[in-house]
């Protein structure tokens, strides 16, 4: 055989070793996209996205997106060939397994977990948007779960609104946690509670509820360190003075907090926020209206310009990331309150975008 045939015979099986090895070898990572993005001032599947009863509401025009992230599933395993495409894909991300499903999380944990953070999210962002408006809303300290076999389990429920421990009113979460460690593992500690039944009972009358019991728990010893725990974990409720409902299937995560937020206040309020102008945005948010950072900054930043996005409302602590790589034709605008972003939108419907806070790589 000439050595001109040989050597393109090696090299031809060089190559096709070459491609198998890319399609069948596979690499412990997953790929993070541009998902959809939803204006929360429109409908979605048929009917609007924020639908509020019981209060005045005001017309709206432009948009206020929300913008997700679409990433492989668990199970997905990637091979070597998808990775080099990923990695030189301007329109995607590929990141370790371990930074979306830390701790061999399963696809049903990672979705339960997701649900519940949306769900959460979805109460800060009425919260937020109220307390904006200077709306009152009224917030209880509640039994969000109760653990497995601890001391709680059959004494306290899911849902119990506490009043106070060993006599001390509790006005936050954090204080149910301080005032049960100052006893020592196997002490009693005593709550005082609005069973679940009557705090719901109390809600569909639109009263306050008033009636209590003192529920006695012997506190145990934390698997970790010598500290009492009774084995709940305390949350914050909310009555709220009239209904807003937040319609949005197949999406999870807090994520969309700050825009829901900011569809809210501009449903109830007389002046447009945004101008006519195609704003989208991201960001956790509390019920003070404080906006938390995200992961999959620069895909939501693609999917938000693909879709005609003008402005990008753009978590402080995610500016750096963001900056890195803009879409051409998107500002982003640096928020770290709701009052931040209520701000910004002022500033870009009366064309002041000159005024902006906007993100840098630094």
């Known amino acids: 055989m000439p050595r001109r045939t040989a050597t393109m015979l090696a090299s031809t099986l060089l190559l096709i070793a070459l491609l198998c090895a890319g399609v069948f070898i596979t690499v412990p990572y997953s790929e993070m996209s541009p998902g959809p993005t939803v204006n929360t001032l429109g409908d979605h599947d048929g009917e609007p996205v924020l639908q509020i009863s019981g209060h005045k509401t005001y017309p709206t025009s432009g948009h206020l997106n929300m913008t997700t992230v679409r990433v492989t599933s668990a199970d997905y395993r990637m091979n070597i060939a998808e990775a080099v495409y990923g990695w030189l894909a301007h329109d995607n991300i590929v990141v370790p397994h371990e930074t979306l499903y830390p701790n061999g999380k399963t696809e049903q944990q990672s979705n339960q977990e997701n649900a519940e953070e949306f769900s959460q999210s979805q109460e800060s962002a009425k919260v937020a948007a109220l307390k904006e408006l200077d709306i009152p809303v009224k917030s209880w300290v509640i039994v969000s779960t109760v653990i497995k076999g601890s001391p709680a389990q059959g004494k306290l429920h899911a849902g119990d609104i506490i009043k106070s421990v060993d006599g001390t009113a509790v006005k936050d979460p954090t204080d149910v946690a301080k005032l049960v460690t100052k006893h020592k593992p196997g002490e009693n500690v005593v709550f005082t509670v609005v069973p679940v039944k009557d705090a719901t009972a109390a809600e569909k009358a639109g009263k306050e509820p008033t009636r209590t019991e003192d529920i006695t728990i012997t506190t145990q010893k934390a698997d970790d360190e010598d500290r009492a725990i009774v084995g709940i974990q305390a949350g914050t409720d909310h009555t709220f003075p009239f209904t807003i409902d937040i319609k949005l299937a197949?999406?999870?995560?807090?994520?969309?907090?700050?825009?829901?937020?900011?569809?809210?206040?501009?449903?109830?309020?007389?002046?447009?926020?945004?101008?006519?102008?195609?704003?989208?945005?991201?960001?956790?948010?509390?019920?003070?209206?404080?906006?938390?950072?995200?992961?999959?900054?620069?895909?939501?930043?693609?999917?938000?310009?693909?879709?005609?996005?003008?402005?990008?409302?753009?978590?402080k602590d995610n500016c750096a990331a963001a900056a890195r790589d803009v879409p051409k034709g998107l500002t982003l605008v640096k928020v770290g309150t709701i009052a931040d972003a209520t701000n910004a939108l002022q500033d870009i419907r009366t064309g002041k975008t000159d005024q902006l806070p906007k993100c840098t790589k630094s």
């Open 250 to 315: 197949d999406v999870g995560g807090p994520s969309a907090g700050l825009m829901f937020a900011l569809g809210i206040v501009d449903k109830l309020s007389p002046e447009d926020l945004t101008g006519g102008k195609f704003v989208a945005g991201t960001g956790t948010i509390d019920d003070d209206g404080t906006v938390g950072p995200i992961g999959g900054i620069e895909m939501k930043t693609v999917g938000a310009r693909d879709k005609g996005a003008q402005y990008f409302l753009t978590p």
